[in-house]
């Protein structure tokens, strides 16, 4: 049997993102203001073709997986990300207060989304503070640095949407955030788990501090429906 992150996208939208799901017990995807993925069982060969049935033409998903593929029928492939799937290992004991971190709300999403929009940690709409526990600091009431969760797949918990303003880099935020939401999730009882681009080795190496080793590839295929 796979483990869990293997299929990480289906398998949240079966468990810790159940109540953000939309589709079939077989192919299910999110809200597109909340996020892109979208994801179905493996052995299911029909996935793609139920999605073109199940979403309007011009829909935009993103789908994620270990394994290369190639260009389904009825999609256009725009562009493909590889990726790697890191899992926290570290000593699973962090205790640190975070007097700077500020919880964001609703009030601070169109700040958010331009800060994402600025620095490009991966997909992120209006409707993406719904997967919770989103996290910034801010200077002079200027959001300039921000993380949250995403995916919830049974007992572990992604942390996203780690970026910072070009004009505040070499400050320590992304650590500081990183640490945060690690503390947040491992009082929460789950095992941390991220996703960067291979190509990013600042983060890579970042993270690799943190205490998180590779767990395996993943392919991201940003896809269009025709």
Request: glycine letters at 8%; proline letters at 5%.
């Amino acid at each position: 049997m796979k483990h869990v992150l293997h299929n990480p996208v289906f398998n949240a939208l079966s468990s810790g993102d159940k109540q953000l799901s939309l589709g079939t017990d077989t192919v299910k995807f999110f809200n597109e203001t909340v996020s892109p993925f979208a994801g179905f069982e493996e052995s299911y060969t029909n996935g793609f073709a139920d999605l073109h049935e199940l979403l309007a033409p011009g829909r935009k998903i993103l789908y994620a997986i270990p394994t290369p593929i190639t260009s389904p029928t009825g999609w256009q492939v725009q562009h493909d990300i590889k990726g790697l799937q890191f899992v926290y290992e570290g000593d699973f004991a962090i205790k640190n207060e975070f007097e700077n971190v500020v919880p964001l709300t609703e009030m601070h999403v169109e700040e958010m989304v331009a800060l994402a929009t600025l620095t490009k940690p991966g997909p992120f709409a209006t409707g993406t503070i719904k997967f919770g526990y989103y996290h910034g600091i801010f200077d002079k009431d200027k959001l300039v640095a921000m993380t949250g969760q995403r995916l919830h797949v049974e007992n572990y918990t992604e942390i996203s949407a780690v970026c910072t303003h070009p004009e505040h880099t070499g400050k320590g935020y992304a650590n500081t955030l990183m640490q945060h939401q690690l503390q947040l999730i491992l009082q929460q009882g789950q095992q941390p788990f991220l996703h960067v681009r291979e190509d990013n080795q600042r983060a890579i190496a970042i993270y690799q501090r943190l205490g998180f080793t590779i767990s395996r590839p993943m392919n991201f295929y940003f896809m269009k429906r025709l």
